[in-house]
């Protein structure tokens, strides 16, 4: 299992540099803790399609729309919740740790991803279109 930390450090960082700017599409499209589910979900698949795992290529690359739907997502919860930066690595580092879990906990790890991955690129592909 990866550790949260290694899933979301190029997301974080990316947040950290971002300026604290209104958020595009994903408010109207989405409520935050949906968004937050997928935005670790995204990082955790993302991982898996860097390490090359076998189950993830059953999904569009996420590298970068991922980030992109994490960072309007960190955006949000710091102008809706008034979370610091530090705050929001926190919340997304937990909800890895979730899904990792409920993942693991599941006798086909692939099927748990796929259940939690299917809605959540409905979501991306609404609100961060591939270009």
């Known amino acids: 299992m990866l550790k949260p930390a290694a899933i979301l450090a190029s997301a974080a960082a990316l947040l950290a540099i971002a300026p604290a700017a209104p958020v595009l599409a994903q408010a109207a499209v989405v409520d935050l ?55 929001v690595q926190a919340r997304m580092r937990a909800e890895v740790q979730k899904l990792q879990s409920e993942a693991a906990a599941s006798a086909d790890r692939g099927a748990a991803m796929r259940r939690i991955l299917t809605p959540c690129l409905t979501l991306l592909n609404a609100t961060v279109p591939a270009r």
């Open 33 to 87: 803790g949906t968004a937050v589910r997928c935005s670790a979900a995204f990082g955790i698949a993302a991982a898996d399609q860097a390490r090359g795992e076998p189950s993830a290529r059953d999904y569009p690359p996420l590298g970068l729309r991922g980030r992109e739907f994490f960072v309007q997502t960190g955006a949000r919860l710091m102008d809706e919740q008034k979370l610091t930066r530090d705050q």
